[in-house]
C-alpha cells in the first residue's frame, strides 16, 4: 500500500510513515485538519473546533497548511500541525470552558490562541516567551484574529519559561514548548491540583512527557514519545536538586510534595514542573485518552531552531 495509506495502531500508539515522506501542502486549514483527523491525529470536537477557528495561516508565514515545522525567525518556529493536535488532545480536558492555562515559549501565538478558544471567555489563557521580538509577533497575529487579547482572555508577555508566571497560577494545563535538562520547580507548583502539563525533557535524547497532578498534590509522570525540541534557556543562578527539579531557591522545603518526573530515556530528566491548588476548574482523577504520535519535532540531527 501507499505510504499515505498507511496508518495503524500499536497499543496506544499511532505509528506511520507519514514523516519519512515530504509532507503535503494542503488547499486549506479545514483540509489540514481532515488529513490528522483520518490519521487519528484529531480526536476530540472541541480540539478540533479550535484548530479550525485559529488559521494557521495568520500564524505561518510559509506553507502553513503542510504538516511540518516551519520557521517564524529569531531563530524559533511552529511546530508541526500534528504535534499541536497532540498537545491539545492530552490537555481537552484540562482546557474546558473556565479553565486557566498556560503556555511557556507561545513563539508566534498559534498554539495558546487554540488554547484561548477552549477555555473561553470564563477561562483564562497565559503565554509567555523570553524571546521580545515574538512577543511581538504573538501580539501582532493574535490582534489580526479576532478579540482573544482585546477580551482578557489571552495575555500574551515577555518572561522567563523556566519560572512561569505565578501571579496567574495555579493552572489547570501547562503546556511547554522546548526542552531542559530538569524539571523546574516553579511550574510545579504553579500546576492545579487535578491539572496537567504536557513537556519535553531531556538534553541529548528527549521525551515528550505527560504529567498529572493529584488532589493529594503528588506528581504523576507517563513517557510518551521521543521528540526533539531545543533547550529552555536557564536563567542565572538557577540550581538544579537531585531528584526534585530546578529553583532558585535553594531551601529544602520548597515545593513541598512535589517530586520531580524520572529521567525518560536518557540521563537528563526534564524541564517542566507542577505544583499549586485552588480552582476555577475542578480537578480530573482519569488519563484522557489522546493520540501518540512517533515523529520527530524537527528532522535535523544538528541543533535544530526552537519548536513553539
Known amino acids: 500500500r501507499s505510504c499515505q495509506q498507511r ?69 524559533a518556529t511552529i511546530s508541526a500541525p500534528h504535534m499541536h493536535a497532540h498537545s491539545l488532545e492530552l490537555l481537552a480536558e484540562h482546557l474546558q470552558p473556565g479553565c486557566r492555562a498556560l503556555d ?8 495558546c490562541a ?17 524571546v521580545p521580538e515574538l512577543v511581538e509577533l504573538a501580539h501582532r497575529n493574535l490582534a489580526a484574529d479576532g478579540e482573544l487579547l482585546s477580551s482578557g482572555t489571552l495575555k500574551v508577555m515577555q ?20 526542552a ?9 507548583e504553579q500546576l492545579r491540583r487535578g491539572g496537567r502539563m504536557v513537556i519535553p525533557v531531556g538534553t541529548q535524547s528527549q521525551e515528550f512527557l505527560q504529567i498529572d497532578k493529584g488532589l493529594d498534590g503528588t506528581l504523576r509522570t507517563q513517557t510518551l514519545m521521543p521528540v526533539r525540541y531545543v533547550p529552555l ?33 536518557s540521563a537528563a530528566a526534564g524541564e517542566a514542573a507542577g505544583g499549586a491548588s485552588t480552582a476555577t476548574c475542578t480537578g480530573r482523577e482519569e488519563d484522557l485518552l489522546a493520540a501518540k504520535v512517533t515523529g520527530m519535532n524537527l528532522s535535523s540531527s544538528k541543533a535544530a531552531p526552537r519548536a513553539v
Open 159 to 178: 518572561g522567563e519559561g523556566w519560572q512561569g508566571f505565578e501571579a496567574l497560577a495555579p493552572y489547570d494545563a501547562i503546556h511547554v514548548g522546548a
Open 233 to 265: 534557556v536557564r536563567p542565572a543562578g538557577l540550581e538544579e536538586r537531585p531528584g526534585r527539579g530546578l529553583a532558585a531557591d535553594s531551601s529544602p522545603d520548597a515545593a513541598q510534595g512535589a517530586p520531580a518526573p524520572p529521567a525518560a530515556a
Open 180 to 188: 531542559a535538562a530538569a524539571v523546574p520547580l516553579a511550574l510545579q
Open 114 to 130: 487554540c488554547m484561548a478558544r477552549m477555555v473561553g471567555p470564563t477561562g483564562q489563557v497565559v503565554a509567555i516567551d523570553r
Open 7 to 75: 496508518t495503524f495502531l500499536m497499543g496506544n500508539e499511532v505509528y506511520s510513515c507519514m514523516e519519512r515522506d515530504k509532507p503535503v501542502v494542503h488547499a486549506s486549514n479545514a483540509a489540514l485538519l481532515r488529513r490528522l483527523a483520518d490519521r487519528g491525529l484529531l480526536k476530540s470536537p472541541a480540539v478540533h473546533a479550535a484548530m479550525l477557528s485559529v488559521d494557521r495561516a495568520n500564524y505561518a508565514p510559509t506553507n502553513a497548511y503542510q504538516d511540518a515545522p516551519q520557521p517564524i525567525g529569531h531563530a
Open 104 to 111: 511557556v515559549g507561545c513563539g508566534s501565538g498559534y498554539l
